[in-house]
């Protein structure tokens, strides 16, 4: 079971920087590459404990369906989302925030997965799925950033 480990200093407020990572309408503007659009479930705004969320998003040029569950939420320190349906055999995404003494926050993702189809998706993981996925994750958290840094955040979370 693969785990990739991220961690990024966001020069904003804890609240500022959870609610963003939690932002249905957030999440399509980092994933616009993918064409990810939210098809059911929690559509916009900020996604809760037990809401659950489908994706539609070409990814590796296939065009995919994936519902994730927030299944833990301790605002502002935590929350963790797990595939419900899609093409990972499992996964679990823990999204952990430390405020910091200088009011920055550091945010932490830990991506626990299982690449589908056996012995096959394990040399797909090896191959290229992890890198695939930590650049996918990467690029997310530098939209976080980049939205919790200016004045962006106020037009993705100014209705919540």
């Known amino acids: ?34 064409n990810e659009k939210a098809v059911a479930g929690r559509l916009s705004g900020l996604i809760e404990l037990n809401e659950a969320v489908t994706w539609r998003a070409k990814h590796l040029g296939v065009y995919q369906h994936l519902t994730a569950k927030i299944t833990a939420f301790d605002r502002p320190n935590h ?10 055999k499992r996964f679990s995404h823990q999204h952990l925030f430390e405020s910091q003494p200088d009011g920055s ?12 189809l056996g012995w096959l998706g394990k040399w797909a ?11 996918f994750l990467t690029h997310r958290n530098a939209i976080i950033k980049a939205y919790a840094e200016s004045d962006g955040w106020q037009e993705v979370l100014n209705d919540h």
């Open 1 to 34: 079971m693969p785990t990739i480990k991220l961690e990024c200093v966001v020069h904003a407020p804890i609240e500022r920087v959870f609610d963003l990572a939690r932002s249905i309408d957030l999440h399509q503007i980092s994933a616009g590459k993918t």
């Open 79 to 88: 929350f963790s989302d797990e595939m419900v349906s899609g093409a990972f």
């Open 125 to 135: 993981d090896f191959i290229f799925l992890k890198a695939y996925m930590t650049r």
């Open 105 to 116: 926050t550091l945010m932490i993702d830990l991506f626990d997965y299982t690449a589908p």
